[in-house]
């Protein structure tokens, strides 16, 4: 059922009126976040970010949840690339020692392995799915939007009331 809600989702976004920038735009963002460990100051920035910008909120949420499933299997993979940054440059070790001196900037957990490893990633990763997700906003509208209009299990959602005042009712 939750894999149905967001494929629902993904096509009531796709259908928004919003400029694919926007759409995209909401949906990298959303996806730093699913990639980040838990609430920390870089995340919470970064949700400031989604509510401050012209992005499309729904697509970040999307985001969110989509990397969100997945982020956990590559916590591995953050906490080698983290550590790698860390430990193994050198040159690096005197910025991360004056960073945790520094009052506040312990409190982003920059020391923890997966912490770095996901925000490097998220930040290296934000360009090509910005792109990508826009790229996928395109090619949907021009080839797919209104044959998936044309689905009878589109209209008959879009001509259920009781769908409609449910789908009302839950996201008030």
């Not at 020391?111 to 996928?136: A, C, D, E, H």
């Amino acid at each position: 059922m939750l894999f149905v809600n967001l494929v629902a989702k993904l096509v009531k976004i796709l259908h928004s009126g919003k400029e694919p920038r926007h759409i995209a735009a909401g949906f990298a963002l959303g996806a730093m976040i699913g990639l980040m460990p838990g609430m920390t100051i870089q995340s919470i920035v970064v949700f400031c970010l989604i509510l401050l910008l012209n992005v499309n909120i729904p697509a970040a949420f999307f985001g969110v949840a989509l990397f969100s499933a997945f982020a956990f299997f590559l916590d591995p993979l953050f906490h080698e690339l983290g550590y790698y940054l860390l430990t193994q440059i050198k040159g690096l070790i005197p910025l991360w020692t004056a960073l945790y001196n520094m009052p506040i900037a312990p409190l982003t957990r920059f020391n923890n392995t997966v912490v770095m490893g996901s925000l490097v990633t998220s930040l290296v990763m934000f360009l090509p799915i910005y792109f990508g997700f826009k790229r996928l906003v395109l090619y949907y509208r021009a080839h797919w939007a209104e044959k998936v209009e044309r689905w009878h299990v589109m209209k008959v959602i879009k001509g259920s009331t009781l769908i409609q005042n449910l789908s009302k009712l839950r996201f008030q």
